[in-house]
C-alpha cells in the first residue's frame, strides 16, 4: 500500500491491532449498552434515543475526516456497537421480537446491503473506502453486523442455554477455522474478513456477558460498570498508540517526499 493510499482510505489497515480494539470496542458495545439502561435505569427507549444522537454526531465528524483518523474512526465504532445492541434489545426486550427472527432478518438487511455495495462499486473491498457512498455502504454494514452480532450472540448463549462461555468458545472456533481457511486453503481475502467482523461482534458478546452478568445468570459478576471501564481504558490506550503511530508514519512519509 502507498502512501496515497494511506492518505486517502478512510479506514484502518486490517492488523492484529485491528482485531484487538475491534473486540474490545463490541465487547464494551454489550456491557455499556447494559450498564446505561440497567444501571443509570434509563431503560432501552431513552438511552437507544440518546446513543443514536450522540453516533450521529460522531458519524458526522468521520465523514468529515477524508481520511483515516484512529480517535474518529473508534469513537464511532463504539457508539455504533452500543447501539447496534439496543437495536437488537428493542427488538426482543420492547417488542417481543424472537431471537431466531432477528438474527434472520439481520442476515437478510446485511446481505441486501453487501449486494446494493457490490452492484454499485463492484467491490467489497475495505482498502479502497475512499468516497463518500462506498463509506456509506461500509457504515450500514457494520451497523447491521452488530445488530445482527448481538441476536446471534444471545440466541446461543441464552435461546440455546449454551452459555455466555460456551458461545464464546463457539464463535472464537468459527473465526480460527476462517483464519486457517485464509491463510491454508486460500478463501477470498474479502470474504474472510468480513465473515470474521460478523463473528467478533457474538465473541465479543458472549465474553462480555460472561464478565458482567452475576453468577446466578452464567457470568462472572464483575457488574457493567468494571467491565466497562476496564475496556473502555484498554481502548483509549489502544487508540493512543495509533495515534502516535500514524503520525510518525505521516512524519517519515513527508521526509520521504522531500528527499
Request: cysteine-free; proline content about 2%.
Amino acid at each position: 500500500m502507498t502512501s496515497t493510499d494511506h492518505a486517502i482510505n478512510r479506514v484502518p489497515e486490517v492488523t492484529v491491532d485491528f482485531w484487538l480494539i475491534k473486540i474490545m470496542a463490541v465487547t464494551m458495545g454489550e456491557t455499556a449498552a447494559d450498564y446505561l439502561a440497567v444501571n443509570l435505569g434509563l431503560g432501552l427507549t431513552t438511552t437507544s434515543l440518546i446513543m443514536t444522537a450522540v453516533l450521529a454526531v460522531a458519524l458526522v465528524l468521520q465523514f468529515t475526516r477524508k481520511r483515516y483518523v484512529p480517535w474518529a474512526y473508534w469513537l464511532a465504532v463504539v457508539l455504533i456497537s452500543v447501539v447496534g445492541t439496543l437495536v437488537t434489545d428493542n427488538l426482543v426486550d420492547n417488542f417481543g421480537v424472537r431471537l431466531e427472527t432477528t438474527t434472520i432478518v439481520f442476515s437478510a438487511l446485511l446481505a441486501l446491503v453487501f449486494a446494493v455495495w457490490y452492484a454499485s462499486e463492484k467491490t467489497l473491498s475495505i482498502h479502497t473506502i475512499f468516497t463518500t457512498r462506498r463509506e456509506v455502504f461500509y457504515w450500514l454494514a457494520i451497523l447491521f453486523t452488530f445488530s445482527l452480532g448481538t441476536a446471534a450472540g444471545d440466541l446461543v448463549a441464552e435461546r440455546f442455554d449454551m452459555g455466555y462461555l460456551t458461545a464464546g468458545l463457539i464463535f472464537g472456533g468459527v473465526i480460527a477455522l476462517i483464519t486457517l481457511a485464509y491463510y491454508v486453503l486460500g478463501l477470498n481475502g474479502i470474504l474472510a474478513f468480513w465473515l470474521a467482523y460478523i463473528l467478533t461482534r457474538p465473541l465479543g458478546a458472549s465474553f462480555g456477558d460472561l464478565l458482567s452478568q452475576p453468577v446466578e445468570y452464567g457470568g462472572l459478576g464483575f457488574g457493567t460498570t468494571f467491565t466497562s471501564l476496564i475496556f473502555l481504558g484498554s481502548i483509549i490506550a489502544l487508540v493512543l498508540y495509533m495515534t502516535l503511530k500514524q503520525t510518525a508514519d505521516d512524519a517519515e512519509d513527508i521526509l520521504l517526499d522531500a528527499d
